[in-house]
């Protein structure tokens, strides 16, 4: 048993008494490792600048292996997040597609085509068609004479069943755009949540490091200064 007439390292029994320093001073993290290390410690007794430095050193070491556990254990946390989340980034065309009526399809064809070159191009010859046939072709027996009474009632007929299909296609354009606008509002909000979290990730993680540095960097000034007494 160490007494303080027959002072003795508790670590390694070492007896030289320049070499020993009283156990209170040392700090109670290291004194901790030291304690799960030797198995016991009591800071009424000494112990030995060899071992104290040992130690401290230790505990630095231990100090930096868990800081890099830490940035491994939050890059885990960040995949694992991503694994997990739901990922809001899709095609809204697809799923209103994938909805959409026979009828819709077919008026979306046909506004397609109505609004095309091709139709353009081919209601210009049928017009001339028409109007070659009853005034030059047909001068005997035109089904349409002049001014083309037939040819106004098909264009009218036309004209009122490519209307509603327009304002039709136009709606389905309109509820695209809103499936859109409300997707991106998504998308943007959960980035912005995302972001924040990581800057509260980042802030907790700066804070923590730098408490670790200004420890370690204690540490290490009470090395460099027993290093100093026993030069």
């Not at 430095?53 to 991503?82: C, H, I, M, N, P």
């Not at 909000?189 to 802030?203: F, G, N, P, S, V």
Request: net charge negative; proline share 3%; with cysteine.
């Amino acid at each position: 048993m160490n007494t303080a007439n027959t002072p003795v390292c508790q670590v390694c029994h070492t007896s030289l008494r320049a070499n020993l320093r009283r156990a209170i001073i040392v700090r109670p993290a290291v004194a901790q490792l030291i304690q799960r290390e030797t198995g016991h410690w009591d800071e009424n007794l000494w112990i030995c600048l060899d071992d104290l430095q040992r130690f401290q050193q230790q505990y630095v070491r231990s100090l930096l292996a868990d800081e890099q556990g830490e940035l491994s254990r939050l890059d885990k946390e960040v995949l694992q997040g991503l694994k997990e989340h739901e990922i809001l980034s899709r095609n809204p065309e697809i799923e209103i597609d994938s909805s959409l009526t026979f009828g819709q399809r077919l008026a979306d064809r046909i506004t397609d085509f109505g609004g095309s070159w091709s139709f353009i191009i081919f209601f210009v010859l049928v017009l001339l068609g028409w109007m070659t046939l009853n005034s030059w072709m047909l001068l005997a027996k035109p089904f349409d004479p002049y001014p083309y009474i037939l040819l106004n009632l098909v264009l009218s007929a036309l004209a009122a069943i490519q209307a509603p299909l327009i304002m039709m296609s136009q709606n389905r354009q309109e509820a695209r755009d809103r499936a859109r606008a409300q997707h991106d509002y998504q998308v943007n909000l959960k980035a912005e949540l995302e972001i924040r979290q990581l800057h509260q990730k980042i802030d907790h993680m700066l804070t923590h490091q730098w408490e670790r540095l200004v420890e370690i960097q204690e540490v290490q000034m009470e090395l460099i200064n027993e290093v100093r007494r026993k030069r």
